[in-house]
C-alpha cells in the first residue's frame, strides 16, 4: 500500500517462488555494516542525492517510498523495478500499476556517485532501500538503520504487477497479499500510512465516488462532503490530464493525518477505509490517529521487515539494465 499515487493496483495472488523462498532466508544476509570496509560512505551518497532532489521536486519522496514498496512487493527488494524493458520482455516499470511511478533518475544519480566512490560494490536494491529511509525522513519521519547485502535481480516482467495490492481492495485481499510477503495485519496498517505522502489520480478512486453499486452511487463508508469534493476534481468528462487528489492535507508531510483521516470516514482508497472493517486493524488505525510516536515506531519496525524480503543474484552496474 503505498505513496506517490496509490501503493498499487491489479489483483491478482499468485506469488512466485522466487520472493517465497527469499522470504524465509532472505534477511540473513543483510547487516548494518555490509559495507563499512568496501564503501563506509554510501549512505551519505545516497542522502546527499535524495536531498538534492528533494530540493528541485517535492514529490520525490513520496515517488522514492512508493518505487521501494512495489520493488519489494514483486520479487523481494531486488531493484527488479528498475529495470527498462527490453526487446519483447516488457519490464516491471511498464506493467499498468507502475505507469505513474517517476524520479527513477534519483537513484541512477546516487549509482553513478556511488560508482565514483566505490565502483562493482553496492547494489541498486541497497541504494533503493536507503533511498526510501531519506525519504521518509526528509519528509519529517523517522529514521532508522538500514541493513545491506541485497542484490538485484536479473528478471522483471510487466506481467507479476498484477501481484500489487490494488487500492480497491478490502481487508481479506489486503491480509492475503501481506501474509504472502511475511507480512502480518500490524505490518499492514503501519505500511498504509505510507499514504500520508503523495498524489493519487482520479482511476483509483472513481469507483467510489460514481455508480458505486445498485443501491448507492456514492460509497457509503465515505463521508458525503469528501466525495463531493473529490467529484469537483474528477468530473465525468472533460477531466484533465493528470487529475487526482493529495493522499491527505499534508502530502509531503511524513505524519499520522492519514489515519486521522480514515477515522472521519475521509480515506481515498477502498483499501484504506477498509482498516476500519475489522476490530484488529480498526484498534490499530485508532492507536495511530492518537499517536504520531506510536506510529512513527510501528511503520519503522514494519519498514525493516518488509525491506528485508530479498531475491536478487548480482550488483548491477547500472540500475536500469543486468549485467
Not at 16 to 32: E, Y
Not at 250 to 258: C, L, M, Q, R, W
Request: hydrophobic residues 35%; glycine residues 6%; proline residues 4%.
Amino acid at each position: 500500500m503505498v505513496p506517490s499515487m496509490s501503493m498499487a493496483f491489479v489483483a491478482a495472488f499468485c506469488l512466485s517462488s522466487v520472493l517465497i523462498s527469499s522470504i524465509s532466508s532472505g534477511a540473513n544476509a543483510l547487516s548494518l555494516n555490509y559495507y563499512e570496509k568496501t564503501c563506509p560512505d554510501v549512505d551519505s551518497i545516497v542522502t546527499k542525492a535524495v536531498n538534492n532532489a528533494m530540493m528541485r521536486d517535492k514529490t520525490v519522496p513520496a515517488a522514492l517510498l512508493r518505487m521501494h514498496f512495489h520493488d519489494c512487493f514483486i520479487r523481494g527488494c531486488d531493484a527488479s523495478v528498475l529495470l527498462k524493458s527490453k526487446g519483447k520482455n516488457r519490464a516491471e516499470k511498464d506493467g499498468p500499476p507502475n505507469a505513474s511511478l517517476h524520479s527513477f533518475y534519483v537513484i541512477d544519480n546516487a549509482k553513478k556517485e556511488v560508482e565514483a566512490s566505490c565502483p562493482g560494490v553496492v547494489s541498486c536494491a541497497d541504494i533503493l532501500a536507503l533511498a526510501a529511509r531519506d525519504a521518509v525522513v526528509f519528509s519529517g519521519g523517522p529514521t532508522w538503520d538500514v541493513s545491506k547485502g541485497r542484490k538485484d535481480g536479473r528478471t522483471s516482467r510487466a506481467s507479476e504487477t498484477t501481484q500489487l495490492p490494488s487500492p480497491t481492495f478490502n481487508i481479506a485481499q489486503l491480509q492475503q497479499s501481506f501474509s504472502q510477503r511475511g507480512l502480518s495485519l500490524d505490518d499492514l496498517v503501519a505500511l498504509s500510512g505510507g499514504h500520508t505522502l503523495g498524489f493519487s489520480h482520479c482511476s483509483s478512486f472513481q469507483s467510489r465516488i460514481r455508480n458505486f453499486n445498485a443501491t448507492h452511487d456514492i460509497d457509503p463508508s465515505m463521508h458525503p462532503s469528501f466525495a463531493a469534493s473529490l467529484r469537483g476534481v474528477c468530473p465525468k468528462t472533460n477531466r484533465a490530464k493528470n487529475a487526482g487528489a493529495t493522499m491527505d492535507p499534508s502530502s509531503t508531510t511524513f505524519d499520522n493525518t492519514y489515519f486521522k483521516l480514515i477515522l472521519q470516514k475521509k480515506g481515498l482508497f477502498s483499501s484504506d477505509q477498509s482498516l476500519l472493517s475489522t476490530p484488529k486493524t480498526k484498534d490499530l488505525v485508532t492507536k495511530f490517529a492518537s499517536s504520531k510516536a506510536t506510529f512513527n515506531k510501528a511503520f519503522v519496525s514494519s519498514m525493516i521487515k518488509m525491506s528485508s524480503i530479498t531475491g536478487g543474484q548480482e550488483v548491477r552496474k547500472d540500475c536500469r539494465v543486468v549485467n
